[in-house]
């Protein structure tokens, strides 16, 4: 028998995970179909008889020792399916995929009870040494549930699979490994109790007075898309990228790319909130990370109607807290457009030192090149 296709059976107060049968297919069948889902969208399976043919495959996969299909129930009904895969015996290593939750179920606490239970075993009972999980570079939910477990970005895969349209879509790469799994482990029962994970980088969310940082969400999409469109025109000349936004699908994109770098590390964007009415009112970057050398640069912008307020003030006060006071950074930098006259300001009244100029440094939204002013500030200032 392969290494990883043993029966498998686990069950808590809250869900139970086993290996399917042929008795199971029609509850399945039941429970998952949902011809407007991801599975049913893009990949074709979208009828009652393409989830029975994969099913039976699935089954027939695992006798041969190639897959190793599972179901999964809440209160002794189907909540979904999911698999290990990529099973090649003396590698120690597999692919958690084909994960497909019923309609009811999405964004409740099952997909994370499932990727506990199956991570929880495969390192602990099967004693697997890499676990890898492949997303859809459009499919950002899944991509964002992936880097939410702890799971590390490693890179794309071109072309990965043939979409129901005939797409070749490139895939997103993730893995998890043993050396990785005491923390994602305490990372997964954080998120089981509710609780804020721990974060070896800069926190997701910060409070400061009347703001609230957060790392931006899928969910801020459509408050970041309008924030895009009231400042157009000031974004051209300084965010020439955000000012490119225009629909729903843009914004997911663009949270999520900024998402993963947040997750490695190497750049926190985060959305600015005003508590007093929970309005997105600008944008705050902590990017171009070091951890070796210990520097950052800082960006922001701010809501046309919440300028000359102190905001900006703030934030990049809270950024030297946080940086400087907490993290023991010895650098940050800050640069603006040779025009910008407020942020100058701004920067030399902070004690940042003004470096030099940065000749035809920065693209505008209109393709011009422009100089650049840069500052810096070192903890020993």
């Not at 040494?129 to 794309?156: H, P």
């Not at 770098?261 to 005003?274: L, N, P």
Request: aromatic content about 10%; overall charge positive.
């Amino acid at each position: 028998m392969n290494w990883a296709t043993e029966p498998l059976y686990v069950a808590n107060d809250k869900i139970t995970v086993r290996t399917i049968t042929k008795n199971d297919i029609e509850d399945i069948v039941e429970a998952i179909h949902d011809p407007k889902g991801w599975s049913g969208r893009m990949w074709g399976i979208d009828t009652p008889e393409k989830i029975r043919d994969m099913l039976q495959k699935q089954i027939e996969g695992q006798v041969k020792g190639e897959c190793h299909p599972m179901v999964y129930f809440v209160d002794g009904k189907v909540a979904g399916i999911t698999r290990y895969h990529s099973l090649f015996p003396g590698r120690k290593a597999l692919e958690i995929g084909g994960t497909c939750i019923a309609p009811n179920w999405r964004r409740s606490f099952v997909n994370t009870e499932v990727k506990n239970i199956l991570l929880t075993y495969a390192f602990e009972k099967l004693r697997t040494v890499r676990v890898e999980l492949r997303v859809d570079c459009l499919n950002y939910v899944s991509q964002m549930n992936v880097l939410r477990l702890g799971a590390t970005f490693e890179g794309i895969i071109r072309h990965w699979q043939v979409r129901k349209n005939g797409d070749l879509p490139d895939g997103m790469l993730y893995s998890i490994t043993n050396k990785d799994w005491p923390t994602v482990k305490e990372r997964l029962i954080a998120l089981q109790n509710r609780q804020k994970p721990k974060t070896p980088f800069l926190p997701w969310e910060i409070e400061h007075g009347d703001l609230q940082l957060k790392v931006s969400r899928l969910t801020d999409a459509n408050d970041l898309l309008e924030l895009t469109k009231r400042n157009k025109k000031s974004l051209i000349e300084s965010f020439p990228q955000s000012a490119c936004m225009e629909s729903s699908e843009q914004a997911y994109s663009y949270i999520a790319e900024r998402t993963h770098w947040a997750a490695s590390g190497t750049a926190f964007y985060y959305g600015v909130r005003h508590k007093k009415n929970n309005q997105l009112i600008g944008q705050f970057h902590i990017k171009h990370i070091n951890w070796k050398s210990l520097s950052a640069e800082l960006g922001y912008f701010i809501d046309a109607g919440y300028r000359r307020q102190g905001i900006a003030s703030q934030l990049i006060e809270l950024a030297i807290e946080e940086l400087f006071a907490k993290r023991n950074f010895r650098r940050i930098t800050l640069r603006a457009i040779t025009n910008n006259d407020p942020s100058i300001k701004l920067a030399e009244k902070l004690g940042f030192r003004r470096e030099g100029i940065l000749r035809a440094e920065f693209t505008t939204g209109t393709g011009e090149f422009v100089d650049t002013v840069l500052f810096s500030k070192l903890k020993s200032d």
